[in-house]
C-alpha cells in the first residue's frame, strides 16, 4: 500500500485509536496500549510494541504511517544548550523547533504548528515564507518526540510559538495539546503547555469557553492601534480592544490563570517611554502577565533597542504597574537565528 492511501496512526487521541481497532476488530483495551506506545515511548517501530498481538502488528505496517516528519539537521548554539532542528514533513514542507535547557536542567521545546505563515506581521521572518501547510496532529508531536529521543531528556515545558499561527490550525493544535497532557502521553502539566496566538479573537473565545487549562499567550507587541496596525495587519480586523475584552472574558472565566501578553520591543518602533506609559494602562484594566522580548534581529529593517532603552521601558512599566505581572524573556540560540521571531526556512 502507497503512503498516500496509509492511515496516520500517528495523532490519533484514545477515542480515534479505539474507534479504529473496533474497526480492524481488535478489543478497545488494545488501544490504550497503542497510546501509551506511540506518545509516552513514542515509538515508530511497532515491531518493539511487545504486548500488541502479531496480526495487529501487520495491519499496522501494512496500513498505517507512524513516522510523519524526517530529520533533516540540528544546529547547536554557542552555549550547547540551545539546539534547532530542521524537519521534512511527509508533503514535502519544512519546519524548525528550538530545544533549549536553563540552568536548572528544565527543558523547554518550541514547536511550530503550521510550515509558514500568512499573517503577514512585518517583523517575522517566517511571515516572509507564506503558508504552506498546516501540520497534522501527528506531525506537531513528533516534533517532541524526535527531541525528547535525540536528546535523552524528559519534556518539562511545551511552548506553540514556533512556525505559524497555533489558532489557525486550532483543532490540531488542541488535540496535540490534550495528549502531551494525559497521563498516559507525555503527562506534561497543563500549566507547563502555552499556546501563544497573534490574537485571532473568535478562536480565543472558543478556547476560553471550552475551558481549556493550557496556558494562553497573546502576541501584542504595541500599545496603540496604529503601531499595531503597520506592523500586525491582524490588529485591523481584531484591534487592541478586542484583546483586551478577550483578558476580561479570560480573567472572569479563570480565576486562577492569566493570559500573557508578549510584547516584542524594536527599536523606535514600540521601545519609547511614552509607548510603556501607554502600555501600562492597557494592561492595568485586567489582570494579566506582560513579557518583554528584545527583538531578534532578522534582515535588518527592525533593530533591537540599547540595553539603556530596554531598562528604561521596563522601569516605566513597573513604575505604572497596578494590576500586572511583568517577565523579561532574553531569547536563546540568537547565534544561530533559533531566537523569537527568527524561524524560517527557504525553500
Known sequence: MSNSNKIFLKGMDLPELEVWCKLNNFLPFRAKQLYE???????EDVSVMTNIPNNCIEIIQEQCILSTLELISKTVAQNKKTIKFLFKTINGNFIESVSMVDEADRHTVCISSQSGCNLGCDFCATAKMGLLQNLSTGEILDQLIIIRRLSGLAINNVVYMGMGEPFLNYDNVIKSANILNNKKGFNISA??????????VPKIKRFIEEKN??????????????TRNNIMPINKKWPIADLINMNKMYVKNNKRGKITFEYVIMDGINSSVSDATELSRILNSAKCKVNIIPYNETDGKYKRPSDTTIKEFIDTLYLYNKNFQILVRWSNGLDIDAGCGQLAVVQ
Open 37 to 43: 506506545w506511540l506518545y509516552c515511548h513514542g515509538s
Open 213 to 226: 487549562k493550557f496556558g494562553l499567550a497573546i502576541s501584542l507587541n504595541a500599545s496603540n492601534d496604529l
Open 191 to 200: 500549566q507547563k503547555i502555552t499556546i501563544s496566538t497573534v490574537g485571532i
